[in-house]
């Protein structure tokens, strides 16, 4: 997995590249928004992990991580980029997923859970911190202009799978469902498989979109 860290503090920089797991390949750094665009460019890698304040910007009216995607997304579109910082505000969050971010976390994520987060962003799959998937939840249902889902719809899921389908569209990794409900991760597993089949969808980014669209969380 070829991964670029953006940030602006190289300290932190270099304990995330010691942190993250043997799998994961850091091609590139870049500090401020000029750099991190040159490198995305040139590297093209599978995953950009970027802070969202970063100097640097031209673009006054957006964050720096925000406008490195709007200028390097559309140039790289095998490139997920993964939104990693410090800040919790629901401004940052949500403006940088509609810049185009495929998950946000935020720093305080160990080395282990940025590192499972890499590969479900690349999978294709979005990635929130629990305590932040509702900042998305809210802005995008609320644009979305669907009502809350028809009864036939969830009388599709037996009650313990709405319980893990609205934990796992709000983000929540398989283990942290597990502990939350009290059951084995592999009946997790099991019932998102079910879930996903049932719901005739592909991956959880779509059940995110489905259950947010729906105002099911």
Avoid: C, N
Avoid at 33 to 60: M, N, Q, T, Y
Avoid at 89 to 97: L, R
């Amino acid at each position: 997995m070829r991964v670029v860290v953006v940030d602006d503090h190289s300290i932190f920089r270099s304990g995330l590249r010691a942190d993250l797991d043997a799998s994961i390949d850091v091609v590139g750094e870049a500090s401020d928004v000029g750099s991190a665009i040159e490198v995305v460019l040139r590297e093209r890698p599978d995953v950009v992990l970027l802070d969202v304040h970063l100097p640097g910007g031209a673009d006054a009216s957006l964050a720096g991580g925000a406008e490195v995607l709007r200028r390097a997304a559309s140039e790289v579109p095998s490139t997920r980029f993964l939104a990693l910082s410090v800040s919790d505000k629901a401004e940052d969050v949500v403006g940088v997923i509609r810049a185009g971010a495929r998950g946000y976390i935020t720093k305080g994520a160990s080395g282990d859970e940025v590192s499972r987060a890499v590969h479900a962003v690349a999978s294709g799959d979005a990635v929130f911190s629990p305590r932040l998937a509702g900042f998305v939840l809210d802005a995008f249902g609320a644009a979305g202009g669907e009502v809350a889902a028809a009864d036939d719809e969830l009388d599709r899921l037996s009650g313990r799978e709405q319980e893990v389908m609205r934990l796992i569209a709000r983000g929540y990794a398989y283990k942290e469902v597990a502990a939350t409900l009290f059951i084995s991760t592999k009946t997790v597993e099991t019932h998102v498989s079910s879930v996903l089949r049932k719901l005739q969808l592909s991956s959880r980014h779509e059940l995110t979109a489905w259950a947010t669209a729906r105002r099911l969380l």
